[in-house]
């Protein structure tokens, strides 16, 4: 489907309309803006790369440096990230609280500053692997309502599914800075206009193509895989030879965003299944800071976006740094990858349940 002709308007004038409409009200919108302003502090710290003295890894107790909740080693530029999207928050009065893949609590807003009614999460600087070697990476979020009456919100607050979500975002610092964001009213882009500093609409309700010809998946995992998901890449890789009868392409950026970035510009899958290895922690990628935003995103994109099993958007969190398997993307492609493992698990119920929550 062709897109909508562009309007070369600002993020900021995008947010009124989207107020108009009555998609959001005006705390969320205030929530949105200093979400994209901490970014762009973000995407110039990122830029000055050596010369900012941001590179390598944030020093600490742990060995070759400091070890974040997720017992992942940080480089400096996560944390500079954190703290710039933490402090950017504090003062606003949009946010009852917000939580960092980064950190093992939420953050209370600090004393003396209004609270709004929003739960902000975050992944501050995500890929971050690939920082030294200027590839891109990126910020993730999404934003909750903070439930009625709670002053003080604790992590059993911002256990909410994802179809719970009011917004969700991410920005690629890539050759161009890029917003890609929802509110539940689908999936739009803004391209940072750098010489004025304002996120401009670049592309409005993007649609994801449903066939896929091109796949995104950590292949040096193959061996731990399960049975399905063997058979299904097996396939794939079989191309015209196989019972797929197509050639299919590979990527693998190891930054989310940039793999997720290309889907919502050209199509494709991408897939963090579960493996032999990550077998006892759930999966690689966090649902609340990665899995269920990118969920929404997609989603709204026309796209799906499953656990291999179950739709993701559906999970009812179990604690704030759990992890998940990912399969997202192109609808049709996600769903043979999805049936393969149903079939094998035996659940022909569960295949129907999915087809239709899916859609
Ligand atoms: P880092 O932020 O530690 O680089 O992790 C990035 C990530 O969570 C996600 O962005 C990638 O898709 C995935 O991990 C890459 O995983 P591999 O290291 O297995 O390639």
Known sequence: MKPSPIKPISLIQFLIEERRAGHINAELSLLIEVVARACKRIAVATNKGALGGVLGMQAGDGEGGSINVQGEAQKKLDVISNEILLEANAWGGHLAA????EMEDPQQIPDGYPKGNHL?????LDGSSNIDVNISVGTIFSVLRCPDDVTEPKAEHFLQPGTEQLAAGYVVYGPATTLVLTFG????????????GSFMLSRRGIRIPEEATEFAINMSNQRHWQPPMQRYIGELLAGTTGPRGKDFNMRWVASMVADV???VTRGGVFYYPLDAKILKQGGKLRLMYEANPMAFIIEQAGGAATTGRERIMQLQPTGLHQRVPVFLGS???????THYHLIADGAQNQVDDVDRSIG
Request: glycine share 4%.
């Open 261 to 263: 970035h290309r889907i």
């Open 120 to 124: 902000l999460l975050f992944d501050p």
């Open 98 to 101: 917000c939580a960092s893949e």
């Open 185 to 196: 009213h689908g999936t739009h882009e803004f391209t940072l206009e750098r010489e004025v």
């Open 331 to 337: 609808k049709k492609e996600v769903e043979v990858a």
